[in-house]
């Protein structure tokens, strides 16, 4: 038995929202995508399942609801129920491209001391 993923976060949320399943990243096999809410700022977080393959992943993704309504809404409120109109996610599949390793050289920088008052004052008067 192998985790699909794991996530753990000291950050308190405001609350928490599940994306579309249509939102996922199919060539990374993400089967869950959310969004977190916090004080500040909104955090994505994304739940995949390792696989070795990078074809299209039937067994993690089945058809699914897609955008369309199955009905107006002047049906539901008569009390029709119809089932969602489902769609492939292999459509919305896209390898990703092998890309070629080019190492490069590292440039070396520069650390500068922190600035004292006397220098920030200079700064400040020169502009």
Same mark, same amino acid.
């Given at each position: $038995?192998?985790?699909?993923?794991?996530?753990?976060? &000291? *950050?308190?949320?405001?609350?928490?929202?599940?994306?579309? +399943? *249509? &939102? @996922?990243? $199919?060539? =990374? @096999?993400?089967?869950?995508?959310?969004?977190? =809410? @916090?004080?500040?700022?909104?955090?994505? $977080?994304?739940?995949?399942?390792?696989?070795?393959?990078?074809?299209?992943?039937?067994?993690?993704?089945?058809?699914?609801? /897609?955008?369309?309504? =199955?009905?107006?809404?002047?049906?539901?409120? /008569? /009390?029709?129920?119809?089932?969602?109109? !489902?769609?492939?996610?292999?459509? /919305?599949?896209?390898?990703?491209?092998?890309?070629?390793? !080019?190492? $490069?050289?590292?440039?070396?920088?520069?650390?500068? +001391?922190?600035? *004292?008052?006397?220098?920030?004052?200079?700064?400040?008067? =020169?502009?």
């Amino acid at each position: $038995i192998h985790y699909v993923s794991d996530y753990k976060s &000291s *950050t308190p949320q405001l609350g928490m929202t599940m994306r579309p +399943k *249509t &939102s @996922c990243d $199919i060539g =990374a @096999c993400e089967v869950v995508s959310m969004v977190k =809410a @916090c004080k500040n700022h909104l955090e994505p $977080i994304h739940f995949t399942v390792p696989r070795k393959s990078e074809l299209f992943q039937d067994d993690i993704f089945p058809d699914t609801a /897609g955008p369309d309504p =199955a009905m107006s809404a002047s049906e539901w409120f /008569g /009390g029709a129920n119809k089932n969602p109109i !489902k769609v492939s996610l292999e459509g /919305g599949f896209v390898a990703k491209p092998k890309t070629e390793f !080019k190492p $490069i050289a590292v440039k070396e920088v520069k650390v500068e +001391k922190p600035k *004292t008052v006397v220098e920030y004052k200079n700064e400040v008067d =020169a502009l």
